[in-house]
């Protein structure tokens, strides 16, 4: 894998999280948060290909701060290494909180994503 060259982040997705996403304590679920985490990971991944990508793996993930119901909730992305058939791509969450509109860091993860044919098979990408 080939690092790039140190890369800002870019604004990937938005949501604003409804009741519908919280768990039994009234904070949103982390699963969701999950959830959003590899949809930003795609975008970024279809940011240097348009071809089919997949989640190979999702490193470790702090939950730091909880998100709450109404707060707009912001994903970034920026590639960290850039392989054959893969990209590393780093996601950073951060909560813009309703009442306040002060910014609290939810979560960072690395993902790798893996661009795949047809048939599911890892092929290169031309990202190397």
Same mark, same amino acid.
């Not at 054959?84 to 996601?91: G, I, N, Q, R």
């Not at 950073?92 to 939810?106: F, H, I, L, N, Q």
């Given at each position: #894998? !080939?690092?790039?060259?140190?890369?800002?982040? =870019?604004?990937?997705?938005?949501?604003?999280? #409804?009741?519908? @996403? %919280? !768990?039994?304590?009234?904070?949103?679920?982390?699963? +969701?948060?999950?959830?959003?985490?590899?949809?930003?990971? *795609? +975008?970024?991944?279809?940011?240097?290909?348009?071809?089919?990508? +997949?989640?190979?793996?999702?490193?470790?993930?702090? *939950?730091?701060?909880?998100? =709450?119901?109404? @707060?707009?909730?912001?994903?970034?992305?920026?590639?960290?290494?850039?392989? %054959?058939?893969?990209?590393?791509?780093?996601? =950073?969450?951060?909560?813009?909180?309703?009442?306040?509109?002060?910014?609290?860091?939810?979560?960072?993860?690395?993902?790798? #994503? +893996?661009?795949?044919?047809?048939?599911?098979?890892?092929?290169?990408? !031309?990202?190397?």
């Amino acid at each position: #894998m !080939n690092s790039p060259d140190p890369a800002e982040f =870019k604004p990937a997705l938005r949501f604003m999280p #409804m009741p519908r @996403d %919280t !768990n039994v304590y009234g904070t949103i679920f982390g699963g +969701v948060i999950l959830s959003w985490i590899d949809q930003a990971g *795609f +975008v970024e991944a279809r940011r240097h290909a348009k071809c089919r990508w +997949v989640t190979a793996s999702i490193e470790r993930v702090d *939950f730091r701060s909880p998100v =709450k119901v109404g @707060d707009l909730v912001r994903l970034l992305t920026r590639p960290r290494r850039i392989g %054959t058939s893969s990209l590393e791509v780093e996601v =950073k969450v951060e909560a813009e909180r309703w009442d306040s509109g002060e910014t609290a860091e939810v979560t960072t993860a690395r993902l790798t #994503m +893996v661009a795949v044919d047809e048939q599911g098979r890892p092929f290169p990408w !031309n990202g190397a």
